[in-house]
């Protein structure tokens, strides 16, 4: 059974900072790309960060230069560092796990940036 646990979430003010994690099982990791999304109310999903299976990293231009993706392999675990969070910020934060045509998706971790 594939799992992703999205774990890390919270309340912090402005200029705090959060470090999400996404712990799989079920997957062989190591082969994945992985993505962190994220949803704020009423707005479609956005893609934040990535991280293919050879650790290259991309970002969406609103995060660059503050979020920071990262992977654990050993432990199935990849990291989403967030510095200098901003009030639009805010929003459901989840991890997809992405490997030709299997396509895998976490429950959620609210993160909320509210002074």
């Known amino acids: 059974q594939v799992r992703l646990v999205e774990s890390g979430g919270g309340l912090v003010q402005p200029g705090e900072s959060l470090r999400l994690s996404c712990a799989t099982s079920?997957?062989?990791?190591?082969?994945?790309?992985i993505n962190w999304y994220r949803q704020a109310p009423g707005k479609q999903r956005d893609l934040v960060a990535t991280?293919?299976?050879?650790?290259?990293?991309t970002y969406a231009d609103s995060v660059k230069g503050r979020f920071g993706i990262s992977r654990d392999n050993a432990k199935a675990t990849v990291y989403l560092q967030m510095n200098s969070l901003k009030f639009e910020d805010t929003a459901v934060y989840y991890c997809?796990?992405?490997?030709?045509?299997?396509?895998?998706w976490g429950q959620g971790t609210q993160v909320t940036v509210s002074s």
């Open positions: 079920g997957i062989s990791f190591s082969f994945y790309k």
């Open positions: 991280i293919t299976a050879n650790r290259k990293t």
């Open positions: 997809n796990a992405v490997l030709e045509t299997n396509d895998f």
